[in-house]
């Protein structure tokens, strides 16, 4: 049987700095647990414009289209900022979410025990946290028609479409309901019902698809601006939290903070199941590029090391190398080790990207 296929795409600012620590990782799986993968590495983002004038060559789609599952670093910087829309770095990772039909966009945030004191917040609001973000990534206003910048009168009016269907929906629900009934079986859906039709479609599908298909799993409404006060206030009280595109991209980033840093945090973007059983599946951190720190050897790699430890369980069924993954990060930093953005402890001392990568190789060799 061949080797399960896997795109790499880096992208740009620290997306290839991060993705180097990876590819250490990957070949750490191909030598020590018989795990190896057929890689390819392509571009995106501003570095695919630089190259091809487009930041998703129709190749590089086809291919993501075709391998067990795509790595991605991130895309964006200001260099890019003066591009037109239609070109800006951004719209190539949009496309391939939306031509692979990523609907189902994973996003956990866990407190690893050494780093409650780090976060923000309060440590007994956040030791121990481990909730599950799952964002609808296909649809919403992010897609929906009309949309565009016209002129109206003598002034320009600037218009997107929050824009839902009720199969849009259920299908997000249900992978969500599916994820609660292997974790903490709870499931709260953030919308908003009270000024928005789209909010009023959400909750009553999502409430259909409960009681006909997944009445043992607990599930719970709020609006999403109560939401993101509750996640500050006490995020323990959450297992899943179910959202729409926009709600759930603002909702995650602020997840990340209660784990200390956005650096932390990986996601897993899932869609239907191909010939072979696995879904289309996209792993990529939360984070972007970071062009404030792009190119010092200062990014923390942890994202990206985890978003591979999502691929490992859910496109490549390989939960205990996962477990083991996600474990060596953790004695990581229960050790102490640090890149910068995890820094603010009296007598701790940065390391670099490179040598957080390594030292999770060295911890997973020590796991054998
Ligand atoms: P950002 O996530 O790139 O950075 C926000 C802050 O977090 C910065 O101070 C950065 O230094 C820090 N940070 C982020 N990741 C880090 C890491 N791994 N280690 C240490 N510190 C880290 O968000 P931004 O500054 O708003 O956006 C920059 C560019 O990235 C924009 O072009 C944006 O569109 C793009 N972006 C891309 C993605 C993606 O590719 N998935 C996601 C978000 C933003
Ligand atoms: C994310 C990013 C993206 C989004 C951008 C870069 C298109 O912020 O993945 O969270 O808004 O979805
Ligand atoms: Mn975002």
């Given at each position: 049987m061949s080797n399960p296929s896997l795109l790499i795409l880096p992208g740009d600012g620290i997306g290839p700095e991060v993705m180097a620590e990876v590819r250490k990782i990957i070949d750490w799986y191909g030598a020590n647990r018989g795990l190896a993968f057929d890689v390819s590495e392509d571009l995106v983002g501003g570095a695919a414009y630089d190259a091809?004038?487009?930041?998703?060559h129709d190749d590089t789609m086809a291919k993501a289209q075709e391998v067990d599952a795509v790595l991605l670093g991130a895309v964006g910087g200001p260099?890019?900022?003066?591009?037109d829309f239609s070109v800006k770095p951004e719209r190539g990772l949009l496309r391939l979410r939306k031509e692979m039909d990523l609907f189902s966009n994973l996003r956990p945030a866990q407190c690893f025990d050494a780093l409650a004191d780090f976060s923000s917040l309060k440590k007994d609001v956040v030791a121990g946290l481990d909730i599950m973000i799952v964002r609808e990534l296909?649809?919403?206003?992010?897609?929906?028609?009309?949309r565009g910048i016209f002129e109206e009168g003598n002034e320009r009016v600037g218009i997107n479409t929050q824009r839902y269907t009720e199969s849009e929906i259920a299908r997000v629900a249900r992978s969500a309901f599916e994820l609660a009934r292997k974790r903490g079986n709870k499931v709260c859906s953030m919308e908003k019902a009270n000024v928005m039709e789209s909010g009023i479609l959400w909750r009553d599908v999502v409430t259909e698809v409960h009681q006909a298909e997944y009445a043992d799993v607990e599930l719970s409404h709020m609006y999403a601006d109560a939401g993101a006060m509750q996640l500050c206030r006490w995020p323990k009280q959450f297992d899943v939290i179910v959202t729409d595109n926009l709600f759930g991209d603002l909702l995650s980033d602020m997840a990340a903070m209660l784990t200390g840093s956005l650096g932390m945090l990986p996601s897993a973007s899932l869609g239907v199941p191909m010939a072979n059983g696995r879904p289309k599946a996209l792993y990529e951190p939360?984070?972007?590029?970071a062009p404030d720190i792009?190119?010092?050897?200062?990014?923390?790699?942890i994202a990206c090391v985890l978003s591979f430890a999502m691929a490992l369980r859910y496109s490549f069924d390989q939960g205990a190398e996962a477990d083991r993954l996600e474990k060596a990060v953790e004695k990581v930093l229960a050790d102490g080790l640090r890149t910068a953005d995890l820094l603010g402890e009296e007598g701790v001392s940065a390391i670099s990207t490179s040598e957080m990568g390594d030292a999770i190789v060295a911890a997973l060799t020590a796991s054998l």
């Amino acid at each position: 049987m061949s080797n399960p296929s896997l795109l790499i795409l880096p992208g740009d600012g620290i997306g290839p700095e991060v993705m180097a620590e990876v590819r250490k990782i990957i070949d750490w799986y191909g030598a020590n647990r018989g795990l190896a993968f057929d890689v390819s590495e392509d571009l995106v983002g501003g570095a695919a414009y630089d190259a091809h004038g487009t930041p998703l060559h129709d190749d590089t789609m086809a291919k993501a289209q075709e391998v067990d599952a795509v790595l991605l670093g991130a895309v964006g910087g200001p260099k890019y900022d003066v591009l037109d829309f239609s070109v800006k770095p951004e719209r190539g990772l949009l496309r391939l979410r939306k031509e692979m039909d990523l609907f189902s966009n994973l996003r956990p945030a866990q407190c690893f025990d050494a780093l409650a004191d780090f976060s923000s917040l309060k440590k007994d609001v956040v030791a121990g946290l481990d909730i599950m973000i799952v964002r609808e990534l296909t649809s919403g206003v992010y897609f929906g028609e009309p949309r565009g910048i016209f002129e109206e009168g003598n002034e320009r009016v600037g218009i997107n479409t929050q824009r839902y269907t009720e199969s849009e929906i259920a299908r997000v629900a249900r992978s969500a309901f599916e994820l609660a009934r292997k974790r903490g079986n709870k499931v709260c859906s953030m919308e908003k019902a009270n000024v928005m039709e789209s909010g009023i479609l959400w909750r009553d599908v999502v409430t259909e698809v409960h009681q006909a298909e997944y009445a043992d799993v607990e599930l719970s409404h709020m609006y999403a601006d109560a939401g993101a006060m509750q996640l500050c206030r006490w995020p323990k009280q959450f297992d899943v939290i179910v959202t729409d595109n926009l709600f759930g991209d603002l909702l995650s980033d602020m997840a990340a903070m209660l784990t200390g840093s956005l650096g932390m945090l990986p996601s897993a973007s899932l869609g239907v199941p191909m010939a072979n059983g696995r879904p289309k599946a996209l792993y990529e951190p939360v984070h972007g590029s970071a062009p404030d720190i792009a190119g010092q050897g200062k990014a923390n790699p942890i994202a990206c090391v985890l978003s591979f430890a999502m691929a490992l369980r859910y496109s490549f069924d390989q939960g205990a190398e996962a477990d083991r993954l996600e474990k060596a990060v953790e004695k990581v930093l229960a050790d102490g080790l640090r890149t910068a953005d995890l820094l603010g402890e009296e007598g701790v001392s940065a390391i670099s990207t490179s040598e957080m990568g390594d030292a999770i190789v060295a911890a997973l060799t020590a796991s054998l």
